[in-house]
């Protein structure tokens, strides 16, 4: 049975800095690809990163590239996401996600989802 357990979220001043954490189990690291999602308020759900399984090739979507790094330690089953210089526009849940498909996560659909972590930034 796949789990993922989303923690680190929190309220933080724009530029600051917050640090995600998945607890991931469930599934097979070396054929799942596996990412985070996003939805604000309002606004449509949205692929934030994500890296494949094979060959930990990474996407990031423009709004957070150079901002945001997802790495993972399938090891220890975790995935973690630093956000740095976060913006107000950063504010939502963010949804620790699984895959089969590295693509599929770019599109913003998942096999599996977490229960989300509300991350707010806002002076």
């Known amino acids: 049975q796949v789990q993922l357990v989303e923690s680190g979220g929190g309220l933080v001043q724009p530029g600051g800095s917050l640090r995600l954490s998945c607890a991931a189990s469930?599934?097979?690291?070396?054929?799942?690809?596996i990412g985070w999602f996003r939805q604000a308020p309002g606004h449509e759900r949205e692929g934030v990163v994500c890296?494949?399984?094979?060959?930990?090739?990474?996407y990031y979507a423009d709004s957070v590239k150079g901002r945001f790094t997802i790495s993972r330690d399938s090891a220890k089953k975790m995935v973690y996401l630093q956000m740095n210089s976060l913006k107000p526009e950063d504010t939502a849940i963010y949804y620790c996600?699984?895959?089969?498909?590295?693509?599929?996560?770019?599109?913003?659909?998942?096999?599996?989802r977490g229960q989300g972590t509300q991350v707010t930034v806002s002076s």
């Open positions: 996600v699984v895959d089969r498909s590295y693509y599929a996560l770019i599109g913003g659909t998942s096999d599996y």
């Open positions: 469930g599934f097979d690291w070396d054929f799942h690809a």
């Open positions: 890296v494949s399984s094979a060959d930990n090739v990474t």
